[in-house]
Structure formats: C-alpha cells, structure tokens
C-alpha cells in the first residue's frame, strides 16, 4: 500500500510543458524507425490515428481488431461532436478555458499537465480532421460551424450532423488504409488479442485468437499500444457496442499493469429508456439534443394526461429550476442523478415510469422544425425507429444509462503504463477526465493521444532498443503466453452446465448497476463484494459454452470476457467503497452537501487510486494529484 | 407475438448449406429483430444445441457489422433501416421469416450468416483517402467549403459500410459502395488534387472484386443510409474523365 507513482510530469510552467518535453525526449531518426516493430490493439478512433501516424513516421505497425474491418470500433457510433480550443465564434474561448474547464468537470480529479496538453493539441486534430475531408458542418461562408456542450459556455464543439464519431473514425480507418496500402501497416481483422507477452519485465508481444479459424497465434514487437475502450459493459446494458469489453486491459493488468480510477464511470443521462427485461443494449440520444430541448417532468406524481396537455405551471423544468446558469447543460453526471431523483420520486415519464421528457416543443415553435431536423434529423428518426414515437410532435423520453468509463490502464505523461513498453491510449487509459468526462471531449482525447501525443512519447521509450530484433515468437515468454491461452480455450469448452454466458453476464450487471451505479454506499458495495465472488463461482460451475474452438463461437469468445467482467467488477466494488467521497461520476450517498450535490473531501482523496494485480487481491498505489493553476472549490453550476 | 424463422446454417465455408425452422414464442414487439435472435440463442444453448452465429455490435445503426438478408430483402423490409434497428412491430403475430446472409461473390462464406466483406476495405485502401500525414495540415478556416458542398459529402459519407448493396445487386456490384466512398472525397475541396488518380484505382480495385452495375438500382432501396445513385453517375463520370487525365506515355512504367 501507499507506493506513491511517479508521472513524470516534465518540469517548467504548464503552457511549456509539453514543448519542453518534446525537446527532452529521445528521437528516433527517419531512417531508424523502419528498424521497429509496434504492435496496436484496437482501431478505433485512438489506435487508428497512432497506427496511422506511426506508420506515416516509418514504424512498422501490426494492427489488431477483433471487428470483420478495422472501421466498425465503437468509436463510430459517438454522434455529438468534438471539442477544441479554436474560439472560432469568438466567444471568449482559449487553451486554458478548454483546460480548465476540463478539470473542473472532471470535478478535480485529473491531471493538469495531461490535460492542459489535451487542450493544446485539440485544435491540431480539428485542422487534421478537416484536411482530411471530414464532413464537419459549417455556415454559409464556409467556415466550420460550432455549437455548445453540457459543461461549457462557449461553443466549441464541431460536428458533423449527428455522426461526429462516424465521420472522425472514418477520417483515420482511411489514413490507416493508406498506410496498409503503404505496407507500413499490416492489418490483423477479426483477431482478440488475449494475453500480453513480458519478457525481463518489459512488453515484448501479444497472443491474439483468430476468430474465424480459432488460431491461437503469437506475434512480437518492440512495444505494444492498447487502445481497446472501456468497460461500462461490465453493467451488462449500457450504451457500448455488443462487442465492447475488457479484456485486453484486463490481460495486461494481470501481467503487471496498474488499473486506475475503476470505478469512475460515467452514466450518461440522454438515452431511450429500456422496454422490457430482453433488452440487448441502451440506445444514447447526443448530449448535444440538450441544446435545444428542455428536460421536464410532471409536477404531480399522478399525473397521466398526454406530455402536450400538461400546462407549463404544472411541469417541472428541474435542470432550469435548481442550475439556472447552466440550465438543461449542466454536465452529465448533475444531469444523470437529478433525473434519477425525479423518478425515484415517482414523476418518470412512459408506460414503465421510468423516464424523463426531453422536450423540443419550444425550440421548434422558436426555429421551426426544419432548423431541427437540420441539427438533429438523424437522431429523430433513430427514435422514432426504436421507440415508434415522433418526437417532432411529442417529447422524447429519455434516462441515464451507462456509458463511459473515465476509469482505465494507469499512464504516466508519456501514456506509458507500469509495464514498460506498453502503451494505453483513448478510453482504455484513466488519464484526462477525472472523475467525470465532459460531452464531446471523448473524441478529442482519442485523437490527440493517436495522432498527436503517442507517436512521439513512445520514441522516448524506442529509442534504447535501437538495433534490437523483437524477442523472437519461439521465446518460452511466448509459448507460456500461447498455453495459457489454449489451456483457457480447453476450460471453457469443457464447460457443459446450465446457463449461458448472457445470462451470467446480465445477472452481474444488475449486481454491479444496483451497488456501483448512479449510487454507491458502503453497504451496497460491500453486498456487492459478497455477490460477485458467489455469483462467479456459480458460472464457474454452471455455464455452458457449445460448439468447438477451431470456427467462430460466440459463445466461447463471450464466456472470456465475462469472466475477465467479473475479476473487473469487484475492483470497480472494492475502489467505490474505499473512495469514501463524491467526486464526479462517483457518488458516495455518505458524502453530500445539504442539496445533495456531490461533496469532495480534498483532503484525504486528492489522489489517484491505482490497483497492482495480486492473485491474493489488488494492492493500492496512490498518485498526488497537485493543483497548481486552479483552485479546487465545490462545482458549482447554478 | 410468435414467429416461425426459416434460417440459413452452413457450419463452414466449404461445408453444405441449409435452411433450419425455428418457432420463436413468447416474444413482443418492442423488441428488436436481432433481440429475438438472441432469445432464440439462448433457447437453442439452453437446450443443448449451439447458437446460430451472425454479426452485429452497436446496435444503433451506424457500424455497419449487422447483415441479414430478411424475406429476400438485405436489412429486412423497413426502408433505410440496418437489420439492428427493425423491430418485431414491423412483423404480424405468426409471421413466417426467412433469413439468408448476404450472397455476393465478392463476400466469402465463413459461417452461418457471417461472410467476409474484407474487399470492401481493399477499394477503401486502394485510394479512398486524402493523402495528408498527420501534422501537415493548415487551419481548418482556411478552406472555406460551401455548405452545400459539405452537406453532399456528408450525404455520401453517410455510408455505414455494411455491404447492403451489394447484397441487394443481382450483380454482386459494390458500386453504390465505391461511389459513395468516391463523391465524399472527390466532391470535397481537399479532394482534389487526388481527384482522377483516386476514382480510377478504386473502381478498378471494386472491378477485381465485384460485379458489374447494370442500373437496377436495388443497392440505393436496400442501403440503410438511403444513399442516392446520383453517385454512382458522379464516380462514372469522374472515372471516365480519368482515363484522359490520366493518359501516361507509352514509355512510363507508373
């Protein structure tokens, strides 16, 4: 307990940081880079822009997806927009006020000099994206258009329609298409990498399974660069992709990896409410609807005419009542808890009560409703296409629904882990957003740590293997790595119980949803850490995987992941409960102010929380958060 | 509601084929079509059998992973809908269901009703990019873009890449994929300078790999972006005006 990490934060003033350590670090020369090998897992918006940049630079970048292609990584499916510093509507934006901005949503949780450099290099990804023909939108003289986030006063947030994430994602999948194209970059689709190789301490290599073939095979490097998202699967429903899971992070923080911040996870409050207990997944509406509608719900508990009946005196804007400076775009986590409180209260909205309206009656009345359907058509019709509801003539429902998790592999500034040699970059690290992410600001850390931090800090680490072939694939490192992998392949499908893996999976969500949700006390947490083992036990000795390892098995692949889930879950428990404050995204129900806003305790938690894995159960590490440029108070949105 | 689902298994890419009849119960219909797959899997597992494997993964329509072919139809019989967003209320309480996978010479068998659409991203990496390295580019302001211009790119680069149209092709023909890929560059100022090389080796990249269009235009009704053929017209002309613009000596080798 109690080591204290060390960031290596470089020295000097925050504005200088960055440059200052640019010019410290060790090059490699143009001519040497095509002497490395570097191994990237994951293609979303962060591994698609390091492999692409790295391979542009003239490393030779092998590249893993566990997709059938490299562009379908969840990344894809962020509609909102992007953040950066440009004050391009000249409305009183600048590097610090992105920056700090960022901190205090990410309510004094995250590090300055990792995010005063996210705020620097926001504007080169927004001048990378359109060069490379993102289809941002844009007014009339053809400048690029702006509009504003939950967590800002500003309007810095580019967009294109309700696909921002779409189109970004599809922005770099080309730039590394070019670079395979270019034979700097060798694609490897449908392939989970499922260990991690160390050798004398350092990553040399990853063990991946072919999905379609169920190859088990080896593949070496000189450092290895996770970029494989986060974990709000762990909550079984939440807003992630099917695919989306844990496991590569998992894997490397069993080989040595510290694992930050796991249980700051961001419950995001504009989703369609869930219809019945089959659902597979919950669908996000873009924080950006925020902008134009008004969150409302009946004064009366027994209310039960039609949204359009209800005179104005008998509903109650709570967003606008309780933050009138901030109005419907308080940050996310003020918006989830409220609107939980409202429904806990018995004034949710739809046939289960389980939902709050969004309302764009008056934003249409003010803009007309092709305005509307200009900023929001694609959203509007994806509703319409879940729910069978019209929001142009009725409001939205919506609800918080898990979503993102701040909570990652511990990085220092170079966005190395504790193993050395391997990288975290994107969701997939704990670095730049504190307890709580602000809207839109996602895609930019995605894009700043690939395209624009990561392929220069890893030179720094390359730079002393310089004449080195990779540890070969026929090293014992390796093939205790390819045994284990096929010894847990063998376990699972030895498995002939009862119940499948989702059924497992979806219990585990509700432990997990109910105990370290919205909510967390200490007595929920510590049923929770009764419940998971029990339950993990019981799938242990109850699931059943069918078919064989050597064509495509869901259900392999899933049982996999669902016990690397349930490992996750019970830090997530053991973090919450030991973080005795609110901060952000956690909520401990002990620590509130009288209003119930969430209440810090500086004193005793301004740190990170950082877990080493140990068969006999995680040991903490703590990191000093020190705040030298802005002066933590009590968020304050009112 | 209850449905009768008449659906494609083939355990492999060289083994036999067939339809299997499944009655799924117990189900509603605010639930999702692949949610009912997934019920039927969990009753198949439950009773000793194995799932039918199919791909899908956001589940919101945007990635482009889903891809049944439902009642003769890629993506099923909602209008500009992928097959994860059509939902049971679109079908009648006994309905009975056929679904295929996407048939395409260009798209492999691997199992069940998941093909291989990697030649999709070989038209991508043949040129469907702006070539512009990471660092190297000047203030976004810069270049103004008309924001009717931008608005038609985006329409093109809508494209979720899920393979629909060719599915839908009764020649296998990837071409309302590649122009898509085509206008969204080509129309953009940023595409210019690779303007003429681009479309020529993407259409010649698609032409290894897929049929010929013959303007039956099932891609734009099957496409769940409702892509316009429009530009399947742009890309041809552009790939015509390639060929002069383009011309190289006898002599040159590239």
Redesign the interface.
Known sequence: MDTVLDAKIPEGPLADKWDNHRFSMKLVNPANKRKYRVIVVGTGLAGA?AA??MG?LGYHVDVFTY????????S??AQGGINAA?N?QGDGDSIFRLFYDTIKGGDYRSREANVYRLAQVSN?I????????V??????????DNRSFGGAQVSRTFY??G?TG??LL?GA???L??Q??AGSVT?H?RSEMLEVVKKDGRAVGIVTRDL?TGEVEAHSAHAVVLATGGYSNVYYLSTN???CNATAAWRAHREGAYFANPSYTQIHPTCIPS??E????L??MSESLRNDGRIWVPKNPDENRPAGDIPAEDRDYFLERKYPAFGNLVPRDVASRNAKTVVDEGRGVGDLKNGVYLDFSDSIDRLGADTIEERYGNLF??YE??T?ENPYKEPMRIFPAPHYTMGGLWVDYNLQTTVPGLFAIGEANFSDHGANRLGASALMQGLADG??VL?YTIGDYLADWLNTEPVGTDDESFSAALGAVSDRTEMWLSKNG???V??FHRELGKIVWDHCGMERSAEGLEKALSEIPALREEFYADV?V??SGD?????LEKAGRVADFFELAELMCRDALDRNESCGGHFRVESQTEEGEALRDDENYTHVSAYEWGDSGPTLHKEELEFENVTLTQRSYK | MKVTLRIWRQPGPEADGGFEEHDVDGINEEMSFLEMMDILNDRLVEGGGEPIEFESDCREGICGTCNLVIDGVPHGPQLGTATCQLHMRKFSDGARITVEPWRAAGFPMIKDLIVDRTHLDDIVAAGGYISVNTGSAPDANLMPVAKSVADTAFDAAACIGCGACVAACPNGAAHLFTAAKVAHLNLLPQGQPERYRRVEAMVEEMDQWFGSCTNHGECETACPQSISIDFIAMMNRDYVKSKFKNRRLLSQTN
């Open positions: 822009s692409a940049t542009e997709h059938d292609s490299p562009r379908r990584a969840h894809i499916a440009k391009y080169e927004i001048d990378q994206a359109a060069a490379q023909g289809p941002f939108a844009r007014e009339y003289g053809g400048t690029l294109a329609r696909q779409q189109q599809i999948y080309s730039a298409m070019r395979v194209a694609m689709t379609a992709a099917m695919y219809s019945d089959f659902q597979s997944k669908t996000l019709e994806m296409r879940i069978d395209y624009f392929p009862t119940r499948t989702d059924w059943r069918p078919g064509t495509i098995n869901s259900s």
